[in-house]
């Protein structure tokens, strides 16, 4: 998206919500990729949607970072009918996350989900298998922090290497491109078109398959 973008302030976001309620609808749904980025927008928003009275139940669909929530936002949010956040967690192996330049720590991780909880919200976690650093133990162990953290819901992806990317520049220099990758490349079909640097197709799709059995068979 480039470096840049704006922003609907406060009182649109609450004109919005309430066009919404008058066409008869029962909820919405923010799709809001930084949502709590700054703070105050972030507690400027669900306050003034408490103070027109909370006009329709929604659901933070993406875009909570869980190293910039404390207890205030989350009780506030849940006030304004916020009543499910989803934080983009990627890994539960620390080496991956500061690989993938995500700025988080798995210990910000796990009490992004306790104060969720406490405030009474539904939680939704979003994990991404075999990202560049990956290794079989750090696979192990995005599963086994999805169900220490314990979301409502969780969803595993498997890594994939976009054009104009760090990533895909990084490979295509490694010679882990394939020299058609661009056509190559499937959302559904792990690894096409692209190596990676230390885990067969195979480990990534056992990892990938162990991580949803682990999770909803727990």
Not at 32 to 54: K, Q, V, Y
Not at 116 to 129: K, P
Not at 140 to 148: Q, S, W
Not at 171 to 191: C, Q, S, T
């Amino acid at each position: 998206f480039g470096g840049g973008f704006r922003v609907k302030s406060p009182a649109r976001v609450v004109a919005e919500m309430q066009r919404i309620r008058d066409l008869g609808y029962h909820e919405a749904v923010v799709y809001d990729d930084t949502f709590n980025l700054s703070m105050r927008r972030a507690r400027a928003i669900a306050e003034a949607l408490i103070a027109a009275g909370s006009p329709i139940p929604w659901n933070c669909r993406v875009g909570i970072r869980a190293d910039r929530v404390d207890a205030d936002l989350l009780v506030k949010m849940r006030r304004a009918g916020c009543y499910r956040a989803s934080f983009g967690v990627e890994s539960g192996d620390q080496a991956v996350l500061d690989d993938a330049k995500k700025g988080t720590k798995v210990e910000q991780v796990e009490r992004a989900f306790r104060l969720a909880r406490e405030a009474g919200m539904e939680t939704m976690a979003f994990f991404v298998i075999a990202l560049p650093a990956e290794t079989a133990a750090g696979m192990r162990a995005t599963a086994e922090l999805a169900t220490r953290i314990d979301p409502h819901f969780a969803k595993f992806n498997v890594f994939m290497p976009l054009p104009s990317t760090p990533d895909w520049d990084r490979m295509r220099e490694r010679g882990l491109l394939a020299p058609d990758a661009i056509a190559r490349i499937n959302f559904h079909r792990i690894g096409e078109g692209w190596r990676h640097p230390t885990l067969s197709v195979g480990q990534i799709k056992r990892g990938y398959a162990r991580a949803y059995l682990r999770f909803y068979g727990n």
